[in-house]
Nanobody, 123 residues
């Protein structure tokens, strides 16, 4: 059974940093590309960032490019999202997800999802 467990969310002020972690119980974790999505109240879940199975390729939404960094440690079966210069509009529940698809930008391309971790940025 595959499980993804996010952690590291919290309440911070604008301009602060947070690092989210996603621990995966996937036997072949290094075969999966991993992504982070977020969902704000009243809005659809949106793509934030993705990383290839090897970590050699990364992709970001324009809204977070230059502020967020996705990384992974295959030995620890963990993916991270370093979030710097946080803004109030970054407030959302953040989800990690795993996929074996060749494209990683859309929700339907992901096979497994975590329960999410709340990030709240105050102004």
């Amino acid at each position: 059974q595959v499980q993804l467990v996010e952690s590291g969310g919290g309440l911070v002020q604008a301009g602060a940093s947070l690092r989210l972690s996603c621990a995966a119980s996937i036997h072949t974790f290094s075969s999966y590309a991993m992504g982070w999505f977020r969902q704000a109240p009243g809005k659809e879940r949106e793509f934030v960032a993705a990383i290839s199975w090897s970590g050699g390729n990364t992709y970001y939404a324009d809204s977070v490019k230059g502020r967020f960094t996705i990384s992974r440690d295959n030995a620890k079966k963990t993916v991270y999202l370093q979030m710097n210069s946080l803004k109030p509009e970054d407030t959302a529940v953040y989800y990690c997800a795993a996929t074996t698809a060749s494209s990683w930008l859309r929700r339907y391309e992901y096979d497994y999802w975590g329960q999410g971790t709340q990030v709240t940025v105050s102004s």
